[in-house]
């Protein structure tokens, strides 16, 4: 398990590292915010061979609240060394849980690895 933002995972058997860049909530989902270094194939190149990488997540607050993937998007960052990205649930963390556990699942070829990542969802005093 790892603490929000900032964290790096190292995901794909080592070869590429998720970084994440921050967390927010609005009104009806959350957001995480993240990069990959290096950049994945089929981002660099959309006629990539390779298998693409899929990015899926549900999360749990500490009231046991359940949250669904509710979409994202990822490309190529401007200066073409890292995919960038974002990633949604639904519905935005009930207001009086505390914390956000968001199990990040990252899918390519058959394999699927699950990382846990905590947020806060109070301000740090």
């Given at each position: 398990?790892?603490?929000g933002q900032g964290v790096g995972i ?27 270094t290096p950049p994945l ?85």
């Amino acid at each position: 398990m790892s603490r929000g933002q900032g964290v790096g995972i190292s995901i794909l058997g080592g070869s590429h590292r998720l970084e994440v860049l921050g967390f927010s909530s609005g009104p009806d989902t959350f957001t995480v915010d993240y990069a990959i270094t290096p950049p994945l194939p089929d981002d660099v190149d959309a006629d990539s061979t390779e298998t693409s990488v899929f990015l899926h997540l549900d999360a749990r607050d500490d009231l046991g609240n359940e949250y669904l993937d509710s979409g994202g998007a990822r490309g190529l960052g401007p200066n073409g060394t890292r995919t960038v990205g974002s990633i949604s649930g639904s519905p935005a963390p009930r207001p009086e849980a505390g914390t956000l556990t968001v199990t990040l699942v990252v899918m390519h070829d058959a394999e699927e690895v699950a990382y846990e990542l905590v947020f806060s969802l109070r301000p740090e005093r």
